[in-house]
């Protein structure tokens, strides 16, 4: 089987940022009073800038900043708010070909993967912009006395929002998750991966030149380790993308000082490929969702279970597809998978991949590292005969291996899918839809694709996305996306009687009253 080769087009000095741009947004960030760190790019090794980091007084300055910008721009019609993002939206279309740049040199992408992002945060502002109104504006409510007690729900804003996002998708994770907690009327207090941190600051910037308000939305820097605490200690919400056992920690935050959180954690996601599904098509959308942004997607498919009737044609036409694929992060619509982000990752997928080895798995395509192509380079790799006693069986490997394993029917699928402490994602192939949906049913997943990997649930943004088990807490998108940012207020105004005997009125000839009135709404099937 041939594996897959890379072309690099482009030199380093193609893939540099330019250094007006690097200073500008670098500027944008509320740090400076601790020690700056160097980012380099994952693709080439190259440096990209000595970032600024926060101190705990620019963290107090950010949120007293923030909390007198909230209270203004919560003061504003919505229309006005929305009208922001929906200027937001053509902006970030209309200047993709910056951030596409951006992205790539900060997380060694393909730009194929980068434009999803893209893709992801235009959604997402067109949906808030033209749904919010509806979702946040006041309701009228069934009172506890039919036409005497008048009852009102108002939404209001949390405050100040900390969002909290990784490096792997770092416009998406930080501009989409902002958007709803500002149209909602908060402020907000990004914290980006430092890797990643120019993206985020590039959509800081992009929203101001929509007309977003300065201070309401702003940029603070920094390990989390470092000042993540400091974030959830003042903050009235958090959102959180990232690793299962940070989650559990900032959990844990927020409990002690009774706000919210929303949590989108790990997964160990399966792909099940039933004895009817279309071979080709199949193959083909395995390949996006094992493999894009080089398998560091929380949503990215790691187990493949197949129908023993579909089992050799489908791998035959996988690893053809696999063999088939251009690796590289030039900056151009021509790699089929890029660079890992890390050494780290370099090493946690290097280890899964040789204790599986090890222990007798079988290696069908890929499963070694490429540093003639950049330093954190790894093939797609596709493994079988896998077992429980190796590590890549139920540990999260966020890199680009799969694991294929034969099945004999349905039922065995759908067990050994849902053999896992997570619950993220999930997707089938299948020709009959109406079968798959039965299944995606008995999956436990927040969600379940049919004849898609991950991008179909994800881009359904009016659906909500989230997690189950290890997997998180909270959902992304849909109004549950909006209404985790603000606290809903009941106005109840009672109106010529009151809730209460009337004068001369007996308790017991109250409650007789009361009994009475109960049954007949009862009766009258009043809600």
Known sequence: MPQPTG?????????????????????????????????????????????????????????????????????????????????FHDLILSEQSEILDILQIETG???????????????????????????????????????????????????VVTIISPWNYPLALSASDAI??????????????????????????????????????????????????????????????GSTATGR???????????GYSLELGGKNPMLVLADADIKKSAEGAIRACFSSAGQLCESMERIYVHTEAYDAF????????????????????????????????????AHVEDARAKGATVLAGGKARPDLGPYFYEPTVLADVTPEMSVYRDETFGPVVSIYRVDSDDEAIEQANDTSYGLNACIFTRDTSRGRTIAAQ?????????EGFIAAWGSVDAPSGGLGDSGTGRRHGSEGILKYVDSQTIAAQHLLPVAPLPGMSDETWAQTMTFALRAMRFLGVK
């Not at 053809?320 to 090493?347: C, H, I, P, W």
């Not at 999956?443 to 004849?451: E, H, Q, T």
């Open 180 to 241: 709803p907690a500002l149209i909602a009327g908060n402020a907000v207090i990004s914290r980006p991966d430092n890797q990643t941190a120019l993206t985020a600051l590039w959509a800081n910037e992009l929203a101001e030149r929509a007309g977003l308000p300065a201070g309401v939305w702003q940029v603070v820097l920094g390990r989390g380790s470092n000042i993540g605490g400091e974030l959830i200690s003042r903050a009235d919400y958090v959102d959180y993308t």
């Open 315 to 350: 791998v035959k036409a996988f690893l053809a597809e696999v063999a088939k694929m251009e690796l590289g992060a030039d900056l151009a619509y021509n790699s089929d998978m890029g660079s890992l982000t890390f050494d780290r990752q370099l090493t946690a997928v290097s």
């Open 249 to 259: 920690h900032i959990a844990a935050q927020a409990a002690s000082r009774l706000i």
């Open 109 to 159: 992408k393909a730009r194929t993967h980068a434009f999803d992002e893209v893709g992801d945060v235009a959604i997402n502002a067109r949906y808030y912009a033209n749904a919010s109104k509806s979702l946040l504006e006041s309701r009228g409510r069934n009172g506890l006395l039919l036409f005497l007690t008048q009852v009102n729900e108002i939404k209001r804003p949390k405050g």
């Open 443 to 451: 999956l436990n997943s927040g969600a379940v694709n049919i004849n």
């Open 7 to 87: 072309t690099d087009s482009s030199t380093s000095s193609e893939r540099a940022l330019p250094a007006e741009l690097v200073k500008r947004l670098a500027a944008r960030a509320v740090a400076g009073g601790a020690p700056s760190v160097e980012v380099a790019a994952p693709a080439t090794g190259s440096k990209i800038v000595d970032l600024p980091q926060s101190s705990i007084e620019d963290i107090d300055k950010a949120f007293a900043t923030a909390r007198i910008a909230q209270r203004e721009w919560a003061a504003r019609p919505i229309s006005e708010r929305t009208a922001i993002f929906k200027r």
